[in-house]
């Protein structure tokens, strides 16, 4: 294999860090995951160091030359100064990890927030070779999307586009939410906002297949239940259906994209995207014209593409040399 230049690729996520080389084709020449810690931004950084070290030397590269890294981050990213502002409210702690990758590798950086890469890798290898006017809906852990208007990403003044997580959805909620508001999708639609349903509401079913096994629950497990008709899964999953529908309605209305793709873990179930896409109102989306769509690209490797993706693009996306 004669491959002369490869992008190397950092998808840090809440649980997990994916290191990989890239082709410009978006070809994955080599990729380990190794255990993220994002007690904090500067603990963070360092596994992300040791774990480049790791590989550097321990699987090594393929291509003859590296071009550059493009690192794919949780939280909060100024891709323009390239540096990684914050997880999550309450963990904020500025770093210029581009300038830190920079100074350690000698390659160009460039850093984005993960969704923000995940939607870029959908622009560069997925339905974005179809359409410059589209949102990726990223339903996973976490829910928050990317919005693609005349072929440009909307990151926003404060880098902060796209957490349609913090959306409210039931205004009478009582459940609160890391955001300081009550009633937002996230808490009753993403992956761990099904698992969290799912415990609120197991005293009032105590027949329910989950209550054997509530120390591990999760949210696949939730899924899983309502396709074998457990009737509390069969709510929650009818619910989250049901909003997530709503909130892709609304965000239709905002952007007039021609296609919505959905990505994470959680969307892959058949079953619930089915419900999603029945609680569609046809009017609302006639001008989706490419339709309600599953991202074409593995949901394990969508990130680190993307991660590759902007690493390609240093001068449109800000790198740092």
């Known amino acids: 294999m004669n491959i002369q230049e490869s992008v190397i690729g950092i998808d840090l996520g809440g649980t997990k860090i994916l290191i990989g080389e890239v082709t410009k084709g978006g070809e994955i020449l080599g990729a380990k995951s190794y255990a993220s810690n994002t007690e904090n931004q500067t603990k963070a950084v360092e596994v992300l160091l040791n774990a480049l070290d790791d590989y550097t030397q321990n699987i090594g590269f393929i291509a003859e030359k590296q071009v550059g890294i493009g690192v794919g981050l949780v ?7 390239g540096i990684w502002l914050e997880i999550e409210p309450g963990k904020t ?11 350690k590798t000698g390659l160009s950086v ?3 927030n993960d969704v923000v890469c995940a939607t870029m890798a959908e622009k560069q290898f997925g339905w974005g070779r ?7 809906l990223n339903v996973g852990t976490g829910l928050a999307a990317g919005f693609v208007v005349e072929g440009r990403i909307t990151q926003g003044g404060h880098f902060n586009a796209g957490e349609i997580g913090h959306t409210v959805i039931d205004i009478h909620s009582d459940i609160a939410c890391g955001c300081g508001r009550r009633g937002c ?7 761990l906002g099904i698992k969290e349903e799912a415990l609120r509401h197991l005293k009032d079913y105590p027949k329910s297949v989950l209550a054997k096994n509530q120390a591990e629950l999760t949210g696949k497990m939730v899924l899983h239940a309502a396709e074998e008709k457990d009737e509390l899964s069969g709510k929650i999953i009818d619910n989250a259906a049901l909003q997530l529908a709503n909130l892709i309605m609304n965000m239709v209305r905002t952007t007039d994209p021609e296609c919505v793709i959905l990505g994470g873990g959680v969307t892959r179930n058949e079953h619930f995207f089915q419900k999603i896409l029945d609680n569609l109102q046809s009017n609302t989306i006639r001008f989706v014209t490419k339709g309600v769509v599953r991202s074409k690209l593995e949901k ?3 990130g680190l593409i993307g991660a590759a993706v902007i690493g390609m693009n240093l001068g449109n996306e800000g790198g740092k040399e």
């Open 110 to 112: 460039s850093l984005g």
């Open 93 to 103: 702690n500025p770093i210029p990890l581009a300038e830190i990758l920079n100074v």
């Open 75 to 81: 939280g909060r990213v100024d891709y323009k100064s």
């Open 130 to 136: 179809e359409t410059n006017d589209f949102i990726y």
């Open 300 to 302: 394990d490797k969508v």
């Open 185 to 191: 999708i996230e808490r009753l639609a993403s992956g």
